[in-house]
């Protein structure tokens, strides 16, 4: 059985990921999508040279529960959006290195963004947790 997220398209925007010299991954919030988080970051959207990335949770939530909640009530739910993760980050570093990867999470994706640094260490080149905990 698949981990939950897996399926769910990734919106790309800006430079392709081959002729930037950054990326970011744009993380949404509970009941938001991946073109909502596009769309709130507005003009930086625009940025030359910037390759933005969004993955869209499943049923628009990464995981069901709070975040305050044990961990394994919110499984399978954030193994699966930590597995996409994963593979996002890893064809970013092998692209262009770690070092050129912001992680940005608002509300329930800054939490992901915040869990996903805090537990895969690396030298990120930046981790924004926009209203998140």
């Not at 991946?34 to 507005?42: C, N, P, R």
């Not at 739910?77 to 994963?86: I, N, Q, S, V």
């Amino acid at each position: 059985m698949a981990l939950p997220h897996q399926d769910q398209p990734v919106l790309q925007v800006g430079s392709p990921l081959d002729r930037a010299a950054a990326a970011m991954l744009c993380l949404h919030g509970r009941g938001a999508s991946a073109e909502d988080i596009l769309v709130g970051l507005g003009p930086p959207v625009e940025m030359p040279g910037f390759a933005f990335w969004a993955p869209q949770a499943e049923a628009g939530s990464w995981y069901p529960n709070p975040f305050t909640d044990p961990v394994a009530r919110n499984q399978p739910w954030l193994e699966g959006a930590l597995a996409l993760l994963d593979g996002l980050v890893a064809e970013v570093e092998r692209r262009l290195g770690a070092c050129r990867l912001v992680l940005l999470g608002f509300s329930q994706g800054a939490c992901l963004a915040l869990e996903c640094a805090a537990s895969r260490p690396r030298q990120y080149g930046g981790i924004v947790g926009w209203s998140g905990a």
